[in-house]
């Protein structure tokens, strides 16, 4: 299992290795702090902050230590967020699913959902992964949900596994889906993709 940068098309949306071209469009889409109440960095600032956010991702990608995508709308053919495969442990074919953020418009949409399927098809059909975590903030009872509706299994919270950047000591709700729970994860995305226009 060795997760490499690739474009991975869906109906919906086109995930492709993020880089420089994605800049304006994930500013354009990425400057409301809301998206980023839960993650690890603040709003992108401006062009230049989204420029070296990019920069950041892809030297990480670069250092193999995850693989970061642009989240492109298909039927724009623009950028609207971004996902990616991160805590890559090779040895024993488990990552996580995760840096996960849209634009306010493209929240509550199949862009999730089919964000989900085609990086955890890659993972498990494609790259022989055995574990696929995901995690969220205790408090983000939203992503929380999404985790759950897609029939991940919640495993633990690691307490007081952080302290966000708002200060408040952040409890991390840890699920996994592992290989043989991947045909009825499958089944479950591609139907609640095709209740989707």
């Known amino acids: ?63 193999e230590e995850r693989v970061q995508f642009a989240v492109v709308d298909q039927a724009e053919d623009r950028a609207i967020g971004s996902t990616g495969y991160l805590d890559i442990d090779r040895p024993n074919r488990a990552l996580e699913i995760g840096m996960t953020w849209y634009g ?44 759950e509706r897609i029939g991940a299994v919640r495993e633990g919270v690691l307490r007081n596994h952080r302290i966000a950047r708002d200060g408040v000591n952040r409890h991390s709700v840890y699920y996994g889906i592992i290989d043989s729970e991947w045909p009825g994860v499958r089944d479950r995305l591609q139907a609640m993709l095709a209740r989707r226009p």
Request: aromatic share 6%; glycine share 4%.
């Open 1 to 63: 299992m060795n997760p490499q940068p690739i474009t991975l098309n869906g109906n919906h949306v086109r995930l492709e290795p993020i880089g420089p071209q994605h800049a304006a469009d994930l500013f354009r889409v990425g400057d409301d702090e809301e998206i980023w109440r839960y993650l690890s960095r603040p709003a992108l600032a401006s062009l230049d902050d989204a420029r070296d956010w990019i920069e950041s991702c892809i030297a990480r990608n670069d250092r």
């Open 104 to 147: 306010a418009a493209y929240q509550r949409t199949a862009v999730n959902t089919e964000c989900k399927f085609l990086l955890l098809r890659h993972a498990f059909e494609d790259l022989g992964a055995l574990r696929v975590c995901l995690k969220a903030d205790h408090r983000n009872t939203r992503s929380r949900r999404a985790i």
